[in-house]
């Protein structure tokens, strides 16, 4: 029985491949930007997890604040008893971007991070002994193929870009001589030992180290991710509920000729939903390796944003990971449910003797508008309170997800509303026609335009916060990097030397040092400025209060960047507790793009609090025709390598490439979604051309020409896909407010002002207008060609 | 001695968490065992002993880095002011991935402590490593200190130290002294370990006198009693088929002293060595054949069948005695583990002393 | 006794009140008879075939099919009913349009996994529709879509046949031949037949007519 049943529902699908095209293609591309967004943080995050393993993250770990740790020190550590095992970590910089040194020593390490030594073949010796030996992975030992560093061995299952090698190679290749980042402290200790403070007073215990940091400073990042990865998603089950919506309608005779032919009516909806769990497996199978595809098109950037902006250790490879293959599966899965569930509730319920028409799907409902309507407030009512009293990351996304889901269950009225003012100043019978079939046709469409709305106010959101965003940093930079010239001496004598050097060579030599210490709990950056009127003059300060240069100068107060102050939510006048002592907080300034919390002190005051600060790093204030000059001396007398001299113009090319990059993937989603969207727009119009005959056949027979007809539908796909991205227009303005003065605060730390940038919107108008053409095309052609018999047909029968 | 760290590497089984030290102590093992057949051949630069030198104190209490091996161990059998028997174990290895020092961390000399408390029910056990050249283990001669980590064996000289261990569970703090002369073993500090010829240098001081205190679980146990000390160094392990080692240090009433050991060998009869220490510290060597051990019982410990009762002899010194050990599961669960406890022994002779077995598998 | 309809009764919604469309109907018809339901349009004839066919439920009476009370069955043992023992031809055919006509005709019979290929190529032969077998019901004429569905309702051989105006969309000429062909098949089969019709022309020719009005039988 189900046999014979099931090859007749499956008839169905054979008789119209196009329709299950629709289906799989709509489930599949929505799986696929799910999946991907997912396989790509999955990535990352495994990277982060294995990074931080490697270096014995989840242990307890003794640091220093403000620099680094004397070996006296770890030794006298050993000899009171303390089982702890020093790590030397700093970045190599190759040809190839830099990557993560991590010296160990494999005799006292912890077994997670000893075994990475098991891959030595035979002579330890030459891991201990220079030149040494690196070990990492495959793709990481690729970038450190380099005459300059230590021979490679390739281990299976190493972090991404990171190296290990022994602690005494570490400290030599990275300068370190002497010198240890952090004590990892083993689970057991033996039964007595002496207090830290007794032993090593400038040391404190974290209880873990390592990479926790960077799961903490990514997060916003992959929510991000994950929020575009959802938006298609959501765009995606539009086209699935309309295709299936549609296949059980045009099936409703079909099901009923079923039931009253003997098929039970449970029989009937297990057999739709062994069918619709068919099409999910074979579409989510699509659709993650649709998505393996995108991400591992996106990681790469993605990749490169994460170390570029944070440092994390992530490659731009893609493994195989059974965790988002499975959840690929399960939201296609779940998608269908959510997309059918109506439909297959319809059908369990449906009398034997149900009208056999298709009707629902394609009439407009005065009620279901309404509901719509009643659903859009509701949600429009949650964003808002979301706004008013929520706070954090995820509600900031809730807050967006309300939004636009209610902007989009609102457009149906809207647009009806319009076509209803249209129709009544129209002064033609054909206009008069024109707008009524229009809006006939509205529920039928009203799904693939809510999908583009969706797209196109995403679209905007996201350019015009990105556009802000750019506008802004690049302001930013300007004032930010005011000196000429940026120089790294080698060695605190060298950098002395260079200053006497420069003097009568500059305007001004302005100390850049800073040293990585814990402020309020948490990881940052304290830099030392000299009183100078370059700073003065051109810092970005939010705000400060007055003579706040003098204090600083004074080293009575300091200046914290914005993610700081918001974090703590200190003002001017504010004290804060920093390593050393408590200042006044001075003032607050724009610090984009910085992960970290930052705080500047006057440069006396910094060398006071941590004397073996490396003094290195200078801005130099020079005429720019005198730039070259002052180069060519510095590699003569002082042997500085190019690397060691940046001028402002490199620095802000590279910062804005970074930005660039780290925006590459969202508008490779935004680019996606929209195709999502334009594909929604297409099937919708081309299973509705087959019911439109008999709308269509009348105009025909009082005299329109199937040409003229053709064109009016191709006008009329046009005219709602403008009207569609008119009401995207202000639906992404809100969006991209709340992204700068929501999601980013949140996310960030910082509060971008907002520009608008119309012509942006023209070119999308004209992209969205060419999609719908597009997707209308076919379907016009299609009728102007359909033989006149068709036409007649719908007078001759019924159907 | 020689033998017993060597034949425990060679038992030793790749365990993932100690995977980085196997493989220095492997390459260890694997260099010096392709070279064990040509005697005193010196491999990679190694220094190899030859007959006839005669030791120079205190500098060669110091280390030898351009041996391969060498160590510094100490075994103490002990009585509580509880009354009960204790031993004590301190062992400071030294290996050389090359016959050098360097500078810093690139000194190739490896350093490895064991320690070992045993009480009639109970054995705690604890293990360091350190790398030479940093300061966090070494030796120097004179005024003598032997230390990795916190644990240490310090002088003024070797003939008075302090000794300390400690693991998670248990720790001890005694002091060692005696007037008595380090004694030679072997011919002249010339120990043979084969017929094949292999040999370390090897002198003791069995004459200890020790008082200090133990801590156990459950609290500080004061003790007195000997210790034995045994220096030792070479580059040279055992031959191929020699898969284990009976060590035995015995303490009779009378004072006199007796280390014999026993080299069980797959390919023909065991190799055997003894020295009778008299009262004074003059030392008689045996050859080959003199001394005899053989197991009388067996204990199953850490999955392994080791003989715990013996019937020890040396018919030329009319020594027939049972040897039994204190707590029969004194093993030595440490990277290369081996078992390591003390003994009593009755018969023509009775008196205390300390037992070690290798190759147990 | 083939089918025994007693006191049968049904209302449906309606303005102002109720409307009775059935009202104390009893019948029987034994095997290999035929019988024709006439009445004017809302005389309750199809609402009585649907009631005889499982397909919807009566407010009072019984039917009885064979030794089965309808009234006691779920829509499970309804449904098997309907493939087993009750065929229905409709007025607008319902066939399935994803289906060809091979396909159509055997499907009630595979539904009921009673299907004789044999039988349905007599079937397909005799209803003339040999030569449309791969034809999709879209290509088919009335008429021929109606030989469709007679010959799907007797592909699984059901003792009980029920047609419910099956020419109502067909031309007089045709409308004959394709009752010819049912009669002659159904009297083939041996099984009873109920015909819902008003035209008296055709009612003449089954051998009972019963004629309903205001849903009693008159």
Redo the contacts between chains.
């Keep these: 029985m189900r046999r014979a049943a099931l090859s007749a529902l499956w008839s169905h699908w054979r008789r119209h491949p196009f329709q299950l095209l629709t289906l799989i293609l709509g489930l599949a591309l929505a799986t696929a930007l799910w999946s991907g967004v997912q396989a790509i943080n999955a990535e990352a995050r495994a990277s982060y997890d294995a990074a931080s393993e490697a270096v014995g993250g989840t242990r307890p770990v003794l640091i220093r604040d403000g620099g680094e740790i004397d070996q006296a020190t770890y030794i006298a550590l050993r000899r009171a008893g303390w089982q702890v095992s020093p790590i030397v970590e700093g970045w190599l910089f190759t040809e190839a971007g830099r990557v993560r040194l991590v010296g160990i020593d494999p005799l006292t390490a912890p077994a997670e991070i000893a075994v990475a030594t098991t891959v030595l073949d035979g002579e330890i010796s030459d891991f201990f002994t220079p030149p040494g030996q690196l070990i990492a992975s495959a793709a990481t030992a690729e970038r450190l193929r380099d005459p300059g560093l230590p021979p490679v061995l390739v281990a299976e299952g190493m972090a991404p870009s990171l190296a290990f090698t022994d602690i005494g190679i570490a400290q030599r290749l990275l300068g370190m001589e002497g010198r240890i980042t952090r004590l990892i402290v083993r689970e057991t200790q033996p039964l007595t030992i002496p207090p830290l403070s007794a032993i090593a007073p400038d040391l404190t215990r974290r209880d873990s180290g390592g990479q926790a940091d960077l799961a903490r400073l990514t997060d916003s990042f992959h929510l991000n991710l994950t929020a575009f990865g959802l938006l298609s998603f959501a765009v995606g089950l539009f086209i699935v509920h309309g295709a299936i919506a549609l296949a059980f309608e045009q099936r409703r005779p079909v099901f009923r000729t079923l039931r009253a032919l003997g098929l039970p009516a449970r029989d009937l909806t297990l057999l739709l939903v062994a069918e619709l769990l068919a099409f999910a497996v074979v579409a989510g199978a699509l659709g993650v390796a649709l998505g393996y595809l995108i991400a591992a098109a996106l990681l790469p950037d993605v990749a490169a944003t994460l170390r570029g902006l944070y440092g994390a250790p992530v490659e731009g490879a893609l493994a195989f990971r059974p965790v988002w293959w499975a959840a690929g599966f399960a939201i296609a899965v779940a998608g269908t449910a959510a997309a059918s569930a109506g439909a297959l509730w319809k059908i369990a319920r449906l009398p034997v003797l149900a009208p056999a028409r298709p009707r629902a799907w394609a009439m407009a409902s005065q009620a279901t508008l309404w509901l719509q309507l009643a659903a859009a407030g509701a949600l429009a009512a949650l964003s808002l309170a979301t706004i008013l009293f929520g706070s954090g990351l995820v509600a900031g996304f809730v807050m967006l997800g309300a939004l636009l889901l209610a902007a989009a269950l609102l457009l149906p009225a809207i647009l009806s509303a319009v076509l209803a003012v249209a129709a009544r100043g129209a002064k033609s019978v054909l206009a008069q026609w024109f707008w009524a079939d229009t809006r006939q046709q509205l529920p039928g469409l009203s799904l693939a335009l809510m999908a583009l709305l969706l797209a196109l106010a995403a679209n905007i959101g996201v350019g015009t916060m990105v556009s802000s965003f750019r506008l802004t940093f690049t302001g930013w930079l300007d004032q930010r990097l005011a000196s000429e010239l940026y120089v790294t001496a080698e060695t605190n004598e060298q950098a002395d030397e260079m200053v006497a050097f420069l003097e009568p060579l500059t305007d001004a030599i302005l100390p850049i040092w800073n040293v990585e210490a814990q402020v309020l709990g948490a990881p940052a950056e304290i830099f030392g400025v000299a009183d100078h009127a370059t700073y003065r003059d051109h810092w970005p300060l939010l705000s400060a209060s007055a003579g706040v240069w003098d204090a600083v100068a004074a080293g009575e107060a300091v200046l914290v960047n914005e993610q700081l102050a918001r974090r703590e939510r200190l003002t001017p006048g504010d004290t804060i507790a920093l390593p050393g002592g408590t200042l006044t907080v001075g003032g607050v300034y724009s610090d984009y793009g910085n992960p970290l919390a930052q705080v500047l002190i006057g440069v006396d005051a910094l060398v006071a609090r941590f004397p073996d600060v490396e003094r290195t790093g200078y801005g130099l204030r020079l005429p720019p025709d005198r730039l070259d000059a002052v180069r060519t001396a510095l590699t003569r007398d002082f042997g500085l390598p190019p690397d060691n001299m940046i001028d402002q113009q490199a620095i802000k090319a590279f910062s804005l490439q970074v930005f660039d990059r780290t925006f590459t993937v969202t508008g490779a989603l935004n680019v996606l979604t929209l195709a999502v969207a334009g594909f929604a727009i297409l099937t919708s119009l081309l299973t509705l051309a087959a019911m439109r005959l008999p709308q269509l056949a009348p105009a025909w027979a009082l005299g329109l020409t199937r040409a003229q007809l053709a064109r009016l539908e191709l006008g009329r796909a046009l005219m709602l896909a403008a009207l569609t991205m008119v009401l995207a227009v202000p639906v992404g303005l809100v969006l991209a407010w709340v992204l700068l003065a929501v999601i980013n605060v949140e996310a960030f730390g910082w509060r971008l002002p907002m520009h608008l940038f119309p012509r942006d919107w023209a070119v999308l108008g004209v992209l969205a207008l060419v999609a719908a053409g597009l997707a209308s095309l076919w379907p016009a052609v299609k009728l102007s060609r359909v033989p006149p018999s068709q036409l007649l047909k719908v007078f001759s029968n019924e159907r | 001695m020689n033998a017993r760290a060597l034949t425990s590497l060679r038992s030793s089984r790749l365990s993932a968490t100690l995977g980085a030290l196997f493989l220095l102590l492997f390459t260890t093992l694997t260099h010096a065992q392709g070279f064990a057949g040509l005697g005193s051949t010196a491999d990679d630069g190694f220094s190899v002993p030859q007959r006839g030198t005669p030791f120079t104190f205190p500098e060669d209490h110091g280390p030898h880095p351009d041996y391969r091996i060498e160590w510094w161990y100490v075994t103490a059998t002990l009585t509580g002011a509880d009354g009960r028997d204790y031993g004590i174990q301190w062992t400071l290895f030294r290996s050389a991935l090359r016959p050098e020092t360097g500078p810093g961390w690139e000194d190739p000399q490896i350093w490895m402590g064991h320690a070992g408390l045993t009480t009639p029910d109970a054995h705690f056990v604890a293990e360091r490593f350190a790398r030479g050249g940093v300061g966090q283990a070494g030796v120097t001669a004179a005024p003598f200190d032997a230390y990795i980590d916190e644990w240490h064996m310090r002088g003024p000289s070797l003939s008075e130290v302090n000794l300390t261990a400690q693991g998670t569970d248990f720790s001890y703090d005694l002091n060692l002294a005696t007037d008595k002369p380090f004694v030679p073993q072997g011919d002249m500090g010339y120990s043979v370990k084969s017929g094949g010829g292999q040999a370390s240098y090897y002198y003791s001081q069995p004459f200890y006198e020790v008082s200090g205190t133990l801590t156990l679980p459950d609290g500080p146990v004061a003790v007195t009693g000997n210790a034995w000390l045994d220096r030792e160094w070479s580059s040279q392990p055992l031959s191929d088929t020699q898969t284990g080692w009976d060590w035995f240090s015995l303490v009779f009433d009378t004072g006199e002293r007796l280390m014999g050991f026993r080299l069980r060998d797959t390919a023909g009869p065991d190799y055997t060595a003894a020295t009778w220490i008299t009262e004074d510290g003059d030392p008689t060597p045996f050859p080959d054949g003199a001394f005899a051990a053989d197991p009388l019982g067996e204990t199953e410990v850490a999955g392994r069948d080791v003989p715990t009762r013996w019937r020890v002899r040396l018919p030329d010194r009319d020594l027939d005695v049972t040897v039994e050990a204190l707590y029969p599961n004194a093993w030595m669960e440490t990277s290369f583990p081996y078992w390591e406890g003390p003994v009593s022994f009755t018969g023509t002779h009775s008196g205390r002393g300390y037992l070690e077995m290798t190759g147990y598998e | 006794m083939l089918l025994t309809v007693t006191d049968l009764s049904k209302s449906f919604p309606g303005d102002p009140g109720p409307v009775r469309v059935l009202d104390g109907i009893s019948l029987r018809l034994a095997a290999g008879e035929t019988l024709a339901l006439t009445g004017e349009s809302g005389s309750g004839k199809s609402t009585l075939l649907?009631v005889i066919?499982g397909?919807?439920a009566p407010d009072a009476g019984e039917v009885t099919l064979g030794d089965t009370a309808i009234s006691t069955l779920d829509?499970?043992g309804r449904?098997?009913?309907?493939?087993?023992t009750v065929s229905?031809i409709?007025q607008?055919f319902?066939?399935?349009?994803?289906?060809d006509v091979a396909?159509n005709i055997a499907?009630?019979a595979?539904?009921?996994?009673r299907h004789d290929a044999d039988w349905c190529a007599t079937l397909t032969d005799r209803l003339g529709l040999a030569e449309h077998a791969a034809k999709?019901p879209e290509q088919l004429s009335g008429g021929q879509q109606q030989r469709v569905a007679i010959g799907?309702a007797l592909a699984g051989k059901p003792p009980l046949v029920l047609a419910d105006e099956p020419t109502g969309n067909l031309d007089e000429a045709t409308g004959d031949a394709v009752i010819d062909l049912m009669l002659e098949l159904v009297s083939e089969t041996g099984a009873g037949l109920l015909m819902v019709t008003h035209s008296d022309r055709l009612a003449a020719r089954l051998t009972r007519r019963l004629h309903l009005s205001r849903g009693r039988v008159a």
Aim: glycine share 0%; hydrophobic share 45%; aromatic share 10%.
């Design positions: 649907h066919a397909m919807e829509d499970k449904a098997r009913l309907r493939r087993e229905v409709f607008q319902n066939l399935i349009p994803s289906l396909a499907f009630q595979r539904l009921a996994d999709y799907r």
